[in-house]
C-alpha cells in the first residue's frame, strides 16, 4: 500500500532559522505531490504543488520544496522562519493511476518561538 | 460565499447509534473526498467520488458509507458509532477538470465528532 511519512512529527525553532521538513513515500509511479499547512484554528490550505517540470517548486510566504524522484522525497524549506509560520504542516501525494487516492502523510506541528 | 459547508460542527453520539456528517459544495466541482484527521495521524483518507454516482473507498472506509447522488452534496454515513470514530472530520472539493483529485482541494471547516 502506498504510504505517505513525515519523518518529523514535532520541529521547534527560533525565528530566523531556517527550517526543512521531510516527506517520503513509497509509490513507484508518477505522482502529484503538494504541501497542505493547517494555521491555528483555520482550514487547510495549500501552501505548494509539483505536477511536473522544475523540480524545485515555489510557494507562498516564502516556502519552497524540491522533488527528488530517485529519492522518493518532497521535502518543504524555508530560510527563514516566523512566529506567523507555527502551524501544522501536510505532504500530500496524488498516484497518478486510476485510483486518484491523494493520501497525507501524518503531519508536521512546527513552532516558532518569537 | 462559495466553498464547501460541513454540518453539524460538533456532535456527540453513543455507541452504536447512527449519524450523518453532511458536506455541500457550490463551485461544481467533480471530486469530492472525506478525511478523518485524529492526532500523530494526519489524515487518513475515508471515501472519495470522482464525480455523480460515483465513489470509491479510501484508506480507512470501514464502518463509513457515501453516496453521491448530485454533484454537490457528498454525505457521509456513520451506520453504528463506535468510540474509534472519535475524530474530526474534514469534507474537501477540487475541480474535475484533468486528473482527478490532482487539482487543488478547498476544505470545509470540520466536524469534531465525539462517540462515547
Known amino acids: 500500500a502506498q504510504s ?100 497525507f502523510g501524518s503531519g508536521t506541528r512546527l513552532l516558532v518561538r518569537p | 460565499n462559495a466553498g464547501v459547508t460541513q454540518t453539524p460542527k460538533f456532535q456527540v453520539l ?31 483518507l475515508i471515501h472519495y467520488s470522482v464525480g455523480a454516482g460515483i465513489t470509491d473507498q479510501g484508506e480507512v472506509p470501514n464502518g463509513y458509507n457515501v453516496s453521491r447522488s448530485t454533484t454537490e452534496d457528498f454525505p457521509l454515513r456513520l451506520l453504528s458509532a463506535a468510540p474509534s470514530q472519535t475524530s474530526v472530520y474534514f469534507c474537501a472539493s477540487s475541480p474535475g477538470t484533468g486528473i482527478p483529485g490532482a487539482n487543488v482541494l478547498t476544505f470545509g471547516a470540520g466536524s469534531r465528532l465525539t462517540v462515547l
Request: net charge neutral; with cysteine; charged share 20%.
Open chain 2, 14 to 44: 453513543k455507541t452504536g447509534q447512527s449519524m450523518t456528517l453532511q458536506c455541500a459544495q457550490d463551485m461544481n466541482h467533480e471530486y469530492m473526498s472525506w478525511y478523518r484527521q485524529d492526532p500523530g495521524m494526519g489524515l487518513r
Open chain 1, 4 to 103: 505517505v511519512s513525515q519523518h518529523n512529527h514535532h520541529v521547534i525553532l527560533s525565528e530566523a532559522a531556517s527550517l526543512e521538513l521531510g516527506c517520503n513515500y513509497s509509490y513507484g509511479g508518477t505522482v502529484n505531490l503538494f504541501w497542505y499547512v493547517q494555521y491555528p484554528g483555520q482550514h487547510l490550505q495549500l501552501l505548494l504543488k509539483y505536477f511536473s517540470g522544475d523540480p524545485l517548486v515555489k510557494g507562498i510566504k516564502g516556502f519552497e520544496a524540491e522533488f527528488i524522484k530517485s529519492k522518493f522525497s518532497f521535502n518543504l524549506r524555508k530560510p527563514s522562519v516566523q512566529w506567523s509560520d507555527t502551524a501544522e504542516y501536510f505532504c500530500a501525494v496524488l498516484r497518478m493511476d486510476s485510483s486518484y487516492k491523494l493520501i
